[in-house]
């Protein structure tokens, strides 16, 4: 039988391209959702025998929503809108572990498109943003770090004092 997927085992980690060679990804916290939207559009050429299809690149995106924080990866974010920077994500299946600290994957390169934060009253701020994807994502296994789990979930702790180290 097959599982179902659940959305809450979706999580999304970043990183600006120009920054591979020496930092790890970061999760986006506080995450409500994300969507991927692939579209292909056909054209149509009408002849006199009927219309023909010719096949379309397919486009791809990423929405998310997020409620707002005042951290690293906001603040990167959303200078990555303001300066056209390049990021890399990562749709990482905490459902799908394929090995030690190893999980199944969607890996994708591209530019945020907008940066929307709408203030209601009584209720949290929600971040709205929009990434176009360059080429289309790949998938595979992506590696999440200690640190990065502890991201996610915090690690149990102790009733005694906490050292420098964290728990493992």
């Known amino acids: 039988m097959a599982n179902a997927i659940y959305g809450k085992d979706h999580i999304l980690m970043f990183r600006l391209y120009s920054e591979r060679g020496t930092k790890n990804a970061t999760k986006l916290a506080l995450q409500t959702q994300h969507s991927w939207k692939y579209e292909a559009k056909s054209d149509s050429t009408e002849t006199k025998d009927g219309a023909i299809n010719s096949p379309a690149t ?11 924080s005042l951290d690293d990866v906001n603040k990167f974010l ?20 394929q090995g030690e600290g190893k999980y199944g994957s969607e890996y994708a390169q591209g530019y945020l498109q907008s940066w929307e ?8 701020t929600q971040i709205k943003t929009s990434m176009n994807v360059d080429q289309l994502p790949q998938e595979g296994p992506a590696t999440v770090t200690h640190e990065q789990e502890n991201e996610i979930q915090y690690a149990f702790a102790d009733t005694t004092p906490v050292t420098g180290e964290a728990p493992k």
Do not use: F, H, Q, R
């Open 58 to 68: 397919s486009t791809v995106s990423l929405d998310i929503e997020a409620v707002a």
């Open 78 to 97: 959303k200078e990555a809108v303001k300066k056209s920077e390049k990021l890399e994500v990562w749709d990482i299946n905490l459902a799908d572990k």
């Open 117 to 124: 934060v709408p203030a209601e009253v009584g209720k949290l």
